[in-house]
């Protein structure tokens, strides 16, 4: 499978850890999402990455999140001093130009924070 | 006002009738539309994209899109219960997507 991937698929922690995820765009898309999506809501944008830049980040972002994309693959989302209100799916999603920038999203990492 | 919206549902229809999904959006520059299902715990699955006035159809699933009126619809024909899911309307707005709170369609066997 080619598809988009996301690493690990479920993390639980507790208040105030440090997480990480992982994302693994398909191959050849140049462009990389993060969204966030909380029970009964749509996916909310995070930022995005075009190649290696981080081309936007929402202004609901706190500054305890950031996003890398080191040499334009994959890209890593970290969330420091976790609040349970962080508690939700984070969900990546790659384009590229070729496809219309048509967004294919992984399979998420479901967020409990305790 | 949200930027997209949908009506949250649910809508239950009965196996084998059309259902009808609806969308608006405030952003009249908006040019690209979307229609993702997601089933239960699973990530959004790409239906269609449309980005022309009118209809484009893709096998039982037909999107509709009305700039003037700013509203995008998704009908999908013999419904099927394996259609029950909540289906998410999204708009690209400078790369981005924004994304509707989703519709959940029940299909009743």
């Known amino acids: 499978d080619t598809g988009v991937s996301q690493d690990p698929r479920h993390k639980i922690t507790k208040r105030g850890q440090n997480v990480t995820f992982r994302c693994d765009p398909i191959?050849?898309?140049?462009?990389l999402y993060w969204y966030r999506q909380t029970l009964g809501q749509g996916p909310e944008f995070l930022t995005y990455f075009q190649n290696e830049a981080q081309l936007e980040k929402s202004r609901l972002l706190s500054d305890r999140f950031s996003a890398e994309r080191p040499k334009g693959s994959f890209s890593t989302l970290e969330i420091q001093r976790t609040e349970q209100g962080d508690s939700a799916m984070y969900l990546c999603a790659s384009s590229s130009p070729v496809g219309g920038e048509t967004q294919y999203f992984g399979p998420g990492t479901r967020l409990l924070v305790l | 006002q949200k930027e997209v919206e949908q009506n949250s549902g649910p809508l239950s229809v009965p196996e084998g009738a059309i259902a009808s999904l609806n969308c608006t959006y405030s952003d009249r520059v908006s040019q690209s539309f979307f229609w993702y299902r997601q089933y239960s715990g699973k990530s959004p699955e790409l239906i269609m994209s449309i980005y022309s006035n009118g209809d484009k159809e893709d096998g039982r699933f037909t999107a509709q899109l009305n700039k003037a009126s700013q509203y995008v619809s998704l009908l999908i024909r013999d419904s099927q219960p394996s259609d029950s899911a909540t289906y998410l309307c999204?708009?690209?707005?400078?790369?981005?997507?924004?994304f509707g709170q989703g519709t959940t369609l029940q299909v009743k066997p």
């Open positions: 999204a708009v690209k707005k400078e790369g981005k997507l924004i």
């Open positions: 191959s050849e898309h140049n462009r």
